[in-house]
């Protein structure tokens, strides 16, 4: 079953690591307000099958890893091929290989966490940046996390990643201006593949932590990613999102 669909808006977006989770959430909230998608992801299969929920009449798949370079230019490079234009960038992909105390952190692991994390984003937007919205304007969205406004026991590496994207947001959104708005959502823990060994077996318990009475679904993040690039949100630029079902509330006295 394909996404519903509304008439062609005739812009189009780049949303990286969104062959499912939260990436494929916003890539369907783009597809039913009429944008057209390019989506990357490392899995073909699982890329293809997006593509084809979406409809392959407005979306199309570029498989790689976010890290590589050569796969940043191809994907950004079929945009322009495919579509002549990308007006709105959305770095979703990421990883997070590693769980436990930062004082017995593998370096090494740190290094492909910030690589794919953070890197890869800077990399996809000088790319979109010299491909079109250089000259013509467009809208970036970087998906950070909680992790990265506070501590985070045993994701400290991830976390430390995240808030180098919230600065980035922060860089980007300086220098980019006028012509393009670059804002970032932190959501606190999604119902993905991704996250599910912070829920597993225990959403009741975890969920009962969260003012809201839930844990986040991909459509939340969509939504508001879909807000973050549209004419609606036309006077917004280098802030961060928090989506945490309210999270934050209970660090309050």
């Known amino acids: 079953m394909t996404a519903p669909q509304q008439a062609d808006s005739g812009r189009v ?9 939260i990436g494929y959430g916003i890539a369907e909230a783009l597809v039913a307000r009429g944008d057209r998608v390019v989506i990357t ?7 293809a099958e997006a593509v084809r929920r979406l409809g392959p009449d407005r979306a ?52 492909k966490v910030f690589e794919t994390n953070v890197v890869s984003a800077l990399g996809f937007a000088q790319h979109t940046w010299r491909a079109w919205q250089k000259d013509n304007g467009g809208a970036v969205v970087n998906i950070a996390s909680v992790a990265g406004l506070a501590a985070s026991p045993f994701v400290g590496a991830y976390g ?15 220098e980019l201006a006028p012509g393009v708005r670059v804002n970032a959502i932190a959501p606190a823990v999604v119902k993905t593949k991704f996250a599910a060994t912070l829920y597993e077996g225990r959403e009741a318990e975890v969920a009962a932590s969260y003012p809201l009475g839930r844990l986040g679904v991909p459509g939340d993040i969509g939504g508001a990613a879909a807000f973050l690039l549209s004419e609606e949100a036309a006077w917004v630029t280098g802030q961060t999102l928090v989506l945490d079902g309210g999270l934050f509330l209970n660090a309050g006295f």
């Open 60 to 111: 199309m798949g570029v498989p790689g890893k976010a890290h590589d370079e050569a796969h940043r230019e191809q994907a950004v490079r079929r945009a322009m091929e495919s579509y002549g234009r990308i007006d709105y960038l959305v770095n979703n992909a990421g990883t997070n290989p590693v769980f436990g105390p930062m004082a017995e952190v593998d370096l090494g692991v740190v290094r």
């Open 41 to 47: 992801g490392r899995n073909e299969e699982a890329l």
């Open 160 to 174: 430390m990643s995240k808030a180098a994207m919230i600065n980035l947001t922060l860089q980007l959104a300086q």
């Open 13 to 21: 977006a780049l949303v990286t690591g969104a062959s499912r989770g």
